[in-house]
Nanobody
Framework: VHLVESGGGLVQAGGSLRLSCAAS????????MGWYRQAPGKQRDVVAY???????YYADSVKGRFTIFRDNAKNTVYLQMNSLNPEDTAVYYC????????WGQGTQVTVSS
């Protein structure tokens, strides 16, 4: 599997970002795809995932603020992040659920207060 995340950056609290993840080497359309994040000194956790037919799950900490969606024609999964707060600062990764051992480079999201 090859995963390439993009779209991170520095944003003020209350701002928005849209992350993208292009996947290859898998049959994307049948996979459950997830966004994970890892803050400094913390473990990597799932923040959202989307099943092949579109059902979604969100961690309580992002529910109502983040939206995950996918474009199977482009083998791409997205994460729209609104109302960002400093606690969202982390490196964001995508992977399947359950995840492969191979990870992309991630994309850094930094939210300033």
């Amino acid at each position: 599997v090859h995963l390439v995340e993009s779209g991170g950056g520095l944003v003020q609290a209350g701002g928005s970002l849209r992350l993208s993840c292009a996947a290859s080497g898998i049959t994307f359309s049948i996979k459950t795809m997830g966004w994970y994040r890892q803050a400094p000194g913390k473990q990597r956790d799932v923040v959202a995932y989307i099943r092949s037919l579109g059902a979604t799950y969100y961690a309580d900490s992002v529910k109502g603020r983040f939206t995950i969606f996918r474009d199977n024609a482009k083998n791409t999964v997205y994460l729209q992040m609104n109302s960002l707060n400093p606690e969202d600062t982390a490196v964001y990764y995508c992977n399947t659920l359950p995840h492969y051992d191979d990870w992309g480079q991630g994309t850094q999201v930094t939210v300033s207060s």
